[in-house]
């Protein structure tokens, strides 16, 4: 099992950038889709955004589509979520996962998930 670890997270004003950061400790991520997660105070976790193990393949929610921009590196076993144009409605806590497959990610399960890290958008 890989162990993920979510880094770049804070406090932004509406309107703001973040970058979001994944890195793999233990095995390499290049065999494995990589999808991003958000959960809400008082709501479930939704999907965001994946990617295939290529790269060549992207998939976004709809409330993040075109704002929103999934990466990976693979030589540093990195994932990226760059976050324009933030709003307050995409305050949470944001979680990495790993997967076999893009289809199994936006289905909302995945084999692996980091601990999260908080974007906060603030008013």
């Known amino acids: 099992q890989v162990q993920l670890v979510e880094s770049g997270g804070g406090l932004v004003q509406v309107g703001g950038s973040l970058r979001l950061s994944c890195e793999s400790s233990?095995?390499?991520?290049?065999?494995?889709?990589m999808g991003w997660f958000r959960q809400a105070p008082g709501k479930e976790r939704e999907f965001v955004a994946a990617?295939?193990?290529?790269?060549?393949?992207?998939y976004y929610a709809d409330s993040v589509k075109g704002r929103f921009t999934i990466s990976r590196d693979n030589s540093k076993n990195t994932v990226y979520l760059q976050m324009n144009s933030l709003k307050p409605e995409d305050t949470g806590v944001y979680y990495c996962?790993?997967?076999?497959?893009?289809?199994?990610?936006?289905?909302?399960?995945?084999?692996?998930w980091g601990q999260g890290t908080q974007v906060t958008v603030s008013s």
């Open positions: 996962a790993s997967a076999s497959s893009t289809r199994t990610i936006r289905a909302g399960t995945a084999n692996s």
């Open positions: 233990g095995r390499t991520l290049s065999l494995d889709a």
């Open positions: 990617i295939t193990a290529s790269g060549g393949s992207t």
